[in-house]
C-alpha cells in the first residue's frame, strides 16, 4: 500500500506493533533493568564511592540493549510465516518505517533515559550520597546518548537488509566501515603528500600538511556524522523496505 502518510494509519500501526511485541518486551525488560537495579542497590549500599559509575552501566546497557533491540524491530517482515500478513497491512513504507523508528529509537532511548534515573535516584539514596546525582545529567552522558541515536540508524537499516542474525552482521560490516575510515587519513595523506611534493621532503614541512589535512578530515567527518549519516541511513532504510513486496 502506497497511498502516501496519513497520522490515523500510523497510530493504528503503532499500536499493533505494541501489541504484539508488548509481551516479550516488558518480559525482557523486567530482567534487564531488575539486574540494573540489583547492580545500583549493590553500588549503592556497599560501594557507595563507586555511584558515580552507574551511568557508564546505564550508558553500556543502552547501547547493548537498544541496538540488539533495533535489530528485531524487522523480525515479523523477516520471517516467512508472518512476513505476508506484515506486507499487506494497509499501511504505506513510509508509515511503517516511522512507526518502527519511533519505537526503536526515541520511546526506547526516552523510556530507558528516565529509569536509568529513577535507578539512579535509588542509588544515591540507597548510599546517602545525593550530592553526585547530577552526574547522570554531564555533557557525556548526551553525547552518548546522541551517538546512540545515530548508531541506531545503522543498526535500523541492518534490521532491514539482512534477514538473519541481523544484529551480529551490521556489528561486522560497521567493523568494516570504521576500519576503512580509520585507513583513509593515513592511505590519503601519503597520495597527496606525494603529488604536491614529489617527494618526502623536510620533516617539518609534512607535520604541517599532516597537521592540516587531519583537523579537515576530522571536521569533515564530524560533520558527516553527526548530521548525515542518520538520515543518510534512514533514507536508504526507506527505499530497501519499499523493495520487500509480497
Known amino acids: 500500500m502506497e497511498n502516501g502518510f496519513d497520522t490515523k494509519r500510523l497510530i493504528n500501526f ?24 540489583v547492580i545500583s542497590l549493590y553500588t549503592g549500599y556497599y560501594r557507595p564511592q563507586s555511584t558515580t559509575t552507574l551511568p557508564k552501566i546505564y550508558l553500556f546497557t543502552l547501547f547493548l540493549c537498544g541496538l540488539v533491540f533495533t535489530s528485531k524491530i524487522f523480525a515479523e517482515l523477516n520471517n516467512r510465516q508472518k512476513a505476508y500478513a506484515y506486507l499487506t497491512l494497509p499501511v504505506s513504507t513510509a508509515e511503517k518505517l516511522v512507526g518502527s523508528w519511533l519505537l526503536s529509537s526515541p520511546a526506547f532511548t526516552i523510556l530507558f533515559f528516565i529509569i536509568s534515573l529513577i535507578l539512579y535516584l535509588i542509588a544515591c539514596l540507597t548510599g546517602s550520597s545525593m550530592n553526585v546525582y547530577t552526574q547522570i545529567f554531564d555533557l557525556y552522558v548526551w553525547k552518548s546518548i546522541a551517538t546512540f541515536l545515530v548508531a541506531q540508524s545503522i543498526f535500523f537499516l541492518g534490521a532491514i537488509y539482512f534477514r538473519k542474525n541481523n544484529f551480529m552482521k551490521t556489528l561486522f560490516a560497521l567493523f568494516l566501515l570504521l576500519f576503512f575510515i580509520m585507513m583513509i587519513p593515513g592511505l590519503y595523506s601519503g597520495f597527496m603528500f606525494r603529488i604536491v611534493w614529489g617527494q618526502k621532503g623536510e620533516s617539518g614541512i609534512t607535520t604541517v600538511f599532516d597537521n592540516d589535512l587531519m583537523e ?21 532504510s526507506y527505499y530497501k523496505l519499499k523493495e520487500r513486496r509480497v
Open 14 to 37: 503503532l499500536r499493533r506493533e505494541m501489541t504484539l511485541s508488548g509481551n516479550s518486551f516488558k518480559v525482557s525488560a523486567g530482567s534487564v533493568f531488575g539486574v540494573l537495579l
Open 216 to 236: 579537515s578530515l576530522s571536521k569533515v567527518i564530524s560533520f558527516a556524522f553527526w548530521a548525515l549519516l542518520g538520515p543518510f541511513m534512514l533514507l536508504i
